[in-house]
Nanobody, 116 residues
Framework: QVQLVESGGGLVQPGGSLRLSCVASGSIFSPNVMGWYRQSPGKEREMVATIYSGGSSNYADSVKGRFTISRENGKNTVYLQMSSLKSEDTAVYYC??????????WGRGTQVTVSS
């Protein structure tokens, strides 16, 4: 199994920036995919960004040009740099890890609130 621990959430003003981090531990193999999803009240969980162990990444249209996902394979860590934050980015952000041997793993989530 794979365990995920997120950090870096908090309260930020509109237009501000935050960086989320997620460390994976346990039985980790390559190839794998790490990513960030988010869920706000009354809405379904949605993909924000994903990055493969080989480096290719994908973004939701709503965050393209504002968010950047990156990873350090040696540290089993994925980051989400969020800039130009908007009120609609307010949500609980969940780290996700997928590999063929164990399937999906989820972190507990970290709250991001964008408000003045």
């Amino acid at each position: 199994q794979v365990q995920l621990v997120e950090s870096g959430g908090g309260l930020v003003q509109p237009g501000g920036s935050l960086r989320l981090s997620c460390v994976a531990s346990g039985s980790i193999f390559s190839p794998n995919v790490m990513g960030w999803y988010r869920q706000s009240p009354g809405k379904e969980r949605e993909m924000v960004a994903t990055i493969y162990s080989g480096g290719s990444s994908n973004y939701a249209d709503s965050v393209k040009g504002r968010f950047t996902i990156s990873r350090e394979n040696g540290k089993n860590t994925v980051y989400l740099q969020m800039s130009s934050l908007k009120s609609e980015d307010t949500a609980v952000y969940y780290c996700n890890f997928w590999q063929d041997r164990t399937g999906n793993s989820w972190g507990r989530g970290t709250q991001v609130t964008v408000s003045s």
